[in-house]
T-cell receptor, first 115, second 114 residues
Framework: AQSVSQHNHHVILSEAASLELGCNYSYGGTVNLFWYVQYPGQHLQLLLKYFSGDPLVKGIKGFEAEFIKSKFSFNLRKPSVQWSDTAEYFCAVNARGSGYSTLTFGKGTMLLVSP | ETGVTQTPRHLVMGMTNKKSLKCEQHLGHNAMYWYKQSAKKPLELMFVYSLEERVENNSVPSRFSPECPNSSHLFLHLHTLQPEDSALYLC?????????????FGPGTRLTVL
């Protein structure tokens, strides 16, 4: 079975600071990788995903993530955060070839951006 | 209405009550999911339905009973719950069969068991 580890539970940044949220997964096979975001009072929504091709994936709102297979990592980055990026961020993985979309999530990282 | 909706948004119940959570998706998807989100724990997948057939049940206690009457609706029937079952219950949907598909989530039902 797969598992996901997110390194930080809480991150506090000032506006314009750079962001990197760590995500490592544990699984022996091929995986699909996702970052979801939950803004205050809103639904979980997809930020970006990787399933093949270029390991550097670009998502919505200026976010990107890089899949490093050798490190089992899929870290999320943004060069300059805004106050509106305050949210909880979840990394998730599912095993390739499982036939349907079942996700294993990390515990989440709460990001607070101060203006 | 679009997306994934869940009712009720909040529910308080006693340990002897029977209640049901409802989820409806308006996206034309054929797979639906129930997750449990507890404080300080990752989202836990509870059940998966694909084409109205249960395809996964992650060792969930029998006091939780899912029902998928059609591809647009999913229920979670609750009976004789315990206080530790208090959590946010999220429903999601996705297209069938492809493991890289995005899941679309509803707003959740905040359940409190007294």
């Amino acid at each position: 079975a797969q598992s996901v580890s997110q390194h930080n539970h809480h991150v506090i940044l000032s506006e314009a600071a750079s962001l990197e949220l760590g995500c490592n997964y544990s699984y022996g096979g091929t995986v699909n990788l996702f970052w979801y975001v939950q803004y205050p009072g809103q639904h979980l929504q997809l930020l970006l995903k990787y399933f093949s091709g270029d390991p550097l994936v670009k998502g919505i709102k200026g976010f990107e993530a890089e899949f490093i297979k050798s490190k089992f990592s899929f870290n999320l980055r943004k060069p300059s955060v805004q106050w509106s990026d305050t949210a909880e961020y979840f990394c998730a993985v599912n095993a390739r070839g499982s036939g349907y979309s079942t996700l294993t999530f990390g515990k989440g990282t709460m990001l607070l951006v101060s203006p | 209405e679009t997306g994934v909706t869940q009712t009720p948004r909040h529910l308080v119940m006693g340990m002897t009550n029977k209640k049901s959570l409802k989820c409806e998706q308006h996206l034309g998807h054929n797979a639906m999911y129930w997750y449990k989100q507890s404080a300080k724990k990752p989202l836990e997948l509870m059940f998966v339905y694909s084409l109205e057939e249960r395809v996964e049940n992650n060792s969930v206690p029998s006091r939780f009973s899912p029902e998928c009457p059609n591809s647009s609706h999913l229920f979670l029937h609750l009976h004789t719950l315990q206080p530790e079952d208090s959590a946010l219950y999220l429903c999601a949907s996705s297209p069938t069969g492809l493991d890289y598909n995005e899941q679309f989530f509803g707003p959740g039902t905040r359940l409190t068991v007294l």
